[in-house]
């Protein structure tokens, strides 16, 4: 049974991942992609548009399904080899979130919608991702629209 997850990331981070088909969390963290399985769904919330800016987003940004592939690290910098999961993204426009604040389960206080995302990776339900996935025009497998 697929499972469903939202990845923290800045939009700037989260294209590159599109364009590589990959996702990346934690800031190349491998624990939290090891909590992925094929088939789950990943979408990506984005509090800011570039990593290390003030310059604020709050939407979802990218949409997808985890691939086979186990996490497997890559060597972007002399000191820096962050790990990675193979995601194939779905064509999607990002969201706003506050929108959908008060319809997301995920969100237990609307008020302090920010502290859900503190970890960096959040599992939520089936509805919720469904939700998501509708506010971004996403086109799903059938199957992860009738679990």
Known sequence: MSRYWIGVASRDHVGRGVAGGFAQLC????????????????????????FGTDTPCQCFTAIGIVQPRQPYQVQMAADFTPWRRDVQF????????????????????????????????????AADFRLIAAAMGATLPASMLTE
């Open 27 to 50: 800031h190349g963290k491998a624990g939290p992609l090891a909590r992925l399985q094929p088939g789950d769904g990943l979408v990506y919330y984005s509090p800011r548009e570039v």
């Open 90 to 125: 779905v064509p999607a426009t990002a969201a706003v979130i506050r929108p959908l604040l008060t319809r997301l389960a995920c969100i237990p206080d609307p008020q302090h919608w920010g502290q859900a995302f503190r970890f960096g990776l959040l599992q939520i339900s």
